[in-house]
Nanobody
Framework: QVHLVESGGGSVQAGGSLRLSCAAS?????MGWFRQPPGKEREFVAR????????GYAASVNGRFTISRDSAKNTVYLQMNSLKPEDTAVYYC???????????????WGQGTQVTVSS
Protein backbone atom coordinates (compact mmCIF):
# COMPACT_ATOMS: atom_id res chain seq x y z
CA GLN A 1 0.00 0.00 0.00
CA VAL A 2 1.28 3.44 -0.95
CA HIS A 3 0.46 6.35 1.30
CA LEU A 4 0.34 9.91 0.03
CA VAL A 5 0.31 12.82 2.45
CA GLU A 6 -0.50 16.27 1.11
CA SER A 7 0.11 19.65 2.65
CA GLY A 8 0.18 23.32 1.71
CA GLY A 9 -3.40 24.20 0.88
CA GLY A 10 -5.07 27.32 2.15
CA SER A 11 -6.75 30.57 1.22
CA VAL A 12 -5.20 33.28 -0.93
CA GLN A 13 -6.30 36.30 -2.90
CA ALA A 14 -6.36 36.29 -6.68
CA GLY A 15 -2.88 36.78 -8.08
CA GLY A 16 -1.25 35.10 -5.11
CA SER A 17 0.75 31.91 -4.86
CA LEU A 18 0.64 28.64 -2.97
CA ARG A 19 2.82 25.54 -2.98
CA LEU A 20 1.41 22.10 -2.41
CA SER A 21 3.51 19.15 -1.30
CA CYS A 22 2.83 15.43 -1.50
CA ALA A 23 5.04 12.92 0.27
CA ALA A 24 4.80 9.32 -0.90
CA SER A 25 5.75 6.33 1.24
CA UNK A 26 7.53 4.73 -1.75
CA UNK A 27 8.77 5.83 -5.18
CA UNK A 28 6.18 5.53 -7.94
CA UNK A 29 6.62 5.70 -11.74
CA UNK A 30 4.24 8.59 -12.17
CA MET A 31 2.85 11.22 -9.87
CA GLY A 32 0.31 13.87 -10.57
CA TRP A 33 -2.08 16.44 -9.26
CA PHE A 34 -5.81 16.57 -9.86
CA ARG A 35 -8.44 18.93 -8.53
CA GLN A 36 -12.16 18.92 -7.94
CA PRO A 37 -13.88 22.32 -8.05
CA PRO A 38 -17.12 22.75 -6.11
CA GLY A 39 -19.97 20.93 -7.86
CA LYS A 40 -17.73 19.63 -10.64
CA GLU A 41 -15.90 16.46 -11.51
CA ARG A 42 -12.28 15.79 -10.70
CA GLU A 43 -9.92 17.11 -13.39
CA PHE A 44 -6.28 16.69 -14.32
CA VAL A 45 -3.85 19.45 -13.34
CA ALA A 46 -0.26 18.25 -13.80
CA ARG A 47 1.92 15.12 -13.97
CA UNK A 48 5.57 14.14 -13.75
CA UNK A 49 7.79 11.10 -14.28
CA UNK A 50 10.35 9.93 -11.67
CA UNK A 51 13.10 12.02 -13.21
CA UNK A 52 11.02 15.15 -12.93
CA UNK A 53 12.18 16.09 -16.41
CA UNK A 54 9.02 14.99 -18.17
CA UNK A 55 6.02 17.03 -17.11
CA GLY A 56 2.56 17.77 -18.44
CA TYR A 57 -0.09 20.32 -17.62
CA ALA A 58 -3.72 21.04 -18.21
CA ALA A 59 -4.22 23.96 -20.56
CA SER A 60 -5.96 25.94 -17.82
CA VAL A 61 -2.86 26.00 -15.61
CA ASN A 62 -0.02 25.84 -18.15
CA GLY A 63 2.37 28.72 -17.57
CA ARG A 64 1.07 29.40 -14.05
CA PHE A 65 1.61 26.10 -12.25
CA THR A 66 4.85 24.11 -12.01
CA ILE A 67 5.16 20.50 -10.91
CA SER A 68 8.48 19.31 -9.56
CA ARG A 69 9.81 16.25 -7.84
CA ASP A 70 12.41 15.45 -5.21
CA SER A 71 13.10 11.80 -5.88
CA ALA A 72 15.33 11.43 -2.84
CA LYS A 73 12.37 12.39 -0.64
CA ASN A 74 9.66 10.73 -2.76
CA THR A 75 7.95 14.10 -2.75
CA VAL A 76 6.21 16.00 -5.50
CA TYR A 77 5.38 19.69 -5.39
CA LEU A 78 2.91 21.93 -7.18
CA GLN A 79 3.89 25.57 -7.27
CA MET A 80 0.82 27.62 -8.11
CA ASN A 81 1.30 31.23 -9.19
CA SER A 82 -1.09 33.87 -10.49
CA LEU A 83 -3.96 32.07 -8.85
CA LYS A 84 -7.49 32.76 -10.03
CA PRO A 85 -10.85 32.24 -8.31
CA GLU A 86 -11.55 29.42 -10.76
CA ASP A 87 -8.57 27.55 -9.30
CA THR A 88 -10.60 27.05 -6.13
CA ALA A 89 -10.89 23.31 -5.57
CA VAL A 90 -9.83 20.37 -3.48
CA TYR A 91 -6.45 19.33 -4.83
CA TYR A 92 -5.46 15.66 -4.82
CA CYS A 93 -2.07 14.08 -5.20
CA UNK A 94 -2.01 10.82 -7.17
CA UNK A 95 0.55 8.11 -7.86
CA UNK A 96 0.56 5.14 -10.16
CA UNK A 97 2.20 3.17 -12.95
CA UNK A 98 1.00 5.23 -15.91
CA UNK A 99 2.15 8.71 -16.88
CA UNK A 100 -1.31 9.83 -17.84
CA UNK A 101 -3.88 12.57 -17.46
CA UNK A 102 -6.85 10.43 -16.52
CA UNK A 103 -7.88 9.55 -13.01
CA UNK A 104 -7.89 5.88 -14.01
CA UNK A 105 -4.14 6.10 -14.78
CA UNK A 106 -3.42 6.47 -11.07
CA UNK A 107 -3.80 3.88 -8.35
CA UNK A 108 -3.15 5.77 -5.15
CA TRP A 109 -4.63 9.05 -3.95
CA GLY A 110 -4.00 11.51 -1.17
CA GLN A 111 -6.69 12.78 1.14
CA GLY A 112 -7.02 16.11 -0.65
CA THR A 113 -6.21 19.65 0.40
CA GLN A 114 -8.45 22.69 -0.02
CA VAL A 115 -7.29 25.66 -2.06
CA THR A 116 -9.52 28.72 -2.00
CA VAL A 117 -8.81 31.77 -4.14
CA SER A 118 -10.83 34.90 -3.46
CA SER A 119 -11.33 37.75 -5.88
Amino acid sequence: QVHLVESGGGSVQAGGSLRLSCAASVSMPAMGWFRQPPGKEREFVARTRPSGISTGYAASVNGRFTISRDSAKNTVYLQMNSLKPEDTAVYYCAAGPLYGSKSSDYTYWGQGTQVTVSS
